[in-house]
Nanobody, 125 residues
Framework: QLQLVESGGGLVQPGGSLRLSCAASRLPLDFYAVGWFRQAPGKDREGISYISSGGTLTKYAESVKGRFTISRDKVKVYLEMNSLKLEDTAVYYC????????????????????WGQGTQVTVSS
């Protein structure tokens, strides 16, 4: 069973940066498509960034495009967050799925079968 652990959250001022990491505790994340999601209090979960298993394909929500960058190595998936805004405050989750076919992005959260516990990101002055 793949277990995911997020880290790197915290308190940051508007305009600041954070780097989130997603690691698998028992197996490497190689070959898994990964997505980052977030949920703010009182709001629906939002998919914000995705990366294919091979790392060649990425996708971003409009709300974070140009500010967030997803990347990966053999061990972890990262979410570099710059120019943070108050509305970026949320619990951030990573999720992983073994893709059915090739190096693809998985956007549908219902297709992910491994989720982390989340890490809190708070943007406040």
């Amino acid at each position: 069973q793949l277990q995911l652990v997020e880290s790197g959250g915290g308190l940051v001022q508007p305009g600041g940066s954070l780097r989130l990491s997603c690691a698998a505790s028992r197996l490497p994340l190689d070959f898994y498509a990964v997505g980052w999601f977030r949920q703010a209090p009182g709001k629906d979960r939002e998919g914000i960034s995705y990366i294919s298993s091979g790392g060649t394909l990425t996708k971003y929500a409009e709300s974070v495009k140009g500010r967030f960058t997803i990347s990966r190595d053999k061990v972890k998936v990262y979410l570099e967050m710059n120019s943070l805004k108050l509305e970026d405050t949320a619990v951030y989750y990573c999720a992983a799925v073994w893709p059915m076919s090739g190096d693809v992005i998985v956007v549908d959260p219902d297709e992910y079968n491994h989720w982390g516990q989340g890490t809190q990101v708070t943007v406040s002055s």
